[in-house]
Nanobody, 115 residues
Framework: QAQFVESGGGLVQPGGSLRLSCAAS????????MRWYRQAPGKERGMVAS????????NYANSVKGRFSISRDNDKNIVYLQMNSLETEDTGVYYC????????WGQGTQVTVSS
């Protein structure tokens, strides 16, 4: 069964940066479109960034365009989310999953942006 484990979150001041990682196992990672999601306090989980199987086509939520960058390493089965110029509104739990036949959600990684 596919499993995705997120890491790299933490507490950061506004304007700071973080790099999240998502390690995949039990899946054909190199053939899967991968996404990062965010669930802010009191809100539903929503897509933040998406990347195709080979890392060419990338899409972002309007709220993070120009600040976040998604990438992947198919040799290591890892997808990354580089987050720059963080804002308080970026606070939330970040999850990764594949687009098709999503695996059970992991624990995610908490990102808190606060001064």
């Amino acid at each position: 069964q596919a499993q995705f484990v997120e890491s790299g979150g933490g507490l950061v001041q506004p304007g700071g940066s973080l790099r999240l990682s998502c390690a995949a196992s039990g899946s054909s990672f190199a053939t899967e479109i991968m996404r990062w999601y965010r669930q802010a306090p009191g809100k539903e989980r929503g897509m933040v960034a998406s990347i195709d199987e080979v890392g060419v086509n990338r899409n972002y939520a309007n709220s993070v365009k120009g600040r976040f960058s998604i990438s992947r390493d198919n040799d290591k089965n890892i997808v990354y989310l580089q987050m720059n110029s963080l804002e308080t509104e970026d606070t939330g739990v970040y999850y990764c999953n594949r687009l098709f036949l999503p695996a059970p959600w992991g624990q995610g990684t908490q990102v808190t942006v606060s001064s």
